[in-house]
């Protein structure tokens, strides 16, 4: 484990390989272990930071108002790194765009995995999914929040339990128990929303970007991809990655990593 002092806070993470820089930001309900399949992969070519996002896996939580955009260039400034592409899935791909669009001389591009976006609202359809597929929920429990979660995102709507490697699933469980946990303390703390958010700004984007989904994620995933697409200027849209959800990573490696690889080496 290495730490990193970053704006008034010590963050996890690890610095392998070299080459050009890639930075990884990990989803809401994981933490930068997601991405042990693509770590090895990238760093035969590229110097990869995998980071652990303030107040999840190895990071400490923070003292005092932060914006989890601002870490990320701390984290590029305390490495020396003048230019990084970013991969982020779910919650970091969100992290990934808001860094781009507020340090877009910093952000070489953008590789975007079932990304959420700043600023948007889930549709009813999601709503509806959520109430149907895990109901009410205990939000100080974090067992059974985190098995509602995983059911959820993880196995995805259109899927069973039974479908998906339940060490996956006991994995995924694992991680988010310490996401939640991770998300009530940082609720206590002011979080620096980009503002305007990014979901109005999409256009801005002006680096290459990719942008795909797991095919059996939500469909609000699917059509936020979409989104991404057409409104920035470069961006490409890879065909979902087929039996996959939201954490395509983990779930299939093989076609992820082909994609980041490729992708990141027509962009250096």
Same mark, same amino acid.
């Given at each position: ?17 070299s ?45 005092a108002?932060f914006a ?6 701390g ?6 790194i ?5 991969v ?9 765009i808001?860094?781009a ?6 952000i ?15 549709s ?8 149907s597929?895990?109901?009410?929920v205990?939000?100080e ?14 196995v995805?709507?259109y ?6 490697d ?10 988010d128990e ?5 998300e009530?303390a940082?609720s ?12 109005a ?8 970007v990719?942008?795909?989904a797991? /095919? %059996?994620? =939500?469909?609000?995933?699917? #059509?936020l !991809?979409?989104?991404? &697409? @057409? ?5 490409? $849209?890879?065909?979902?990655v087929?039996? /996959? %959800?939201? =954490?395509?990573?983990?779930? #299939?490696? !093989?076609p992820?990593? &082909? @994609? ?5 080496? $027509?962009?250096r």
């Open positions: 484990m290495a730490l990193i002092e970053v704006n008034g806070t010590r963050l996890g993470y690890d610095d392998t390989g080459g050009t820089p890639v930075v990884l930001l990990h989803a809401g309900i994981a933490d930068r272990r997601m991405w042990w399949e693509q770590v090895p992969a990238l760093a035969t070519r590229h110097r990869v930071v995998n980071l652990d996002l303030r107040g999840y896996g190895e990071s400490e939580l923070p003292p108002s989890h955009h601002e870490d990320v260039v984290v590029l400034d305390a490495l020396g003048e230019r990084a592409a970013l982020g899935c779910s919650f970091g791909g969100a992290v990934a808001d860094t669009l507020a340090h877009p001389d910093r070489a591009a953008l590789a975007l995995l079932g990304t959420a976006v700043t600023g948007h609202e889930w009813d359809q999601t709503n509806d999914l959520w109430e597929l895990v109901g009410e205990d939000p429990d974090f067992a059974a929040s985190a098995a509602g979660e995983v059911r959820f995102w993880v995805g709507p899927r069973r339990p039974e479908d998906v339940p060490a996956l699933l006991a994995f995924a469980r694992e991680m310490r996401a939640l946990a991770a009530l940082l206590a703390v002011e979080a620096i929303d980009l503002d305007p958010p990014a979901v700004r999409l256009a801005e984007l002006r680096m290459p990719l942008v795909t797991g /095919a %059996a994620d =939500l469909p609000d995933i699917g #059509r !991809a979409d989104l991404i &697409a @057409a409104t920035a200027p470069d961006a490409v $849209r890879v065909p979902d087929p039996d /996959a %959800a939201h =954490l395509l990573p983990l779930e #299939r490696p !093989a992820v990593n &082909a @994609a980041l690889l490729d992708f990141l080496t $027509r962009t």
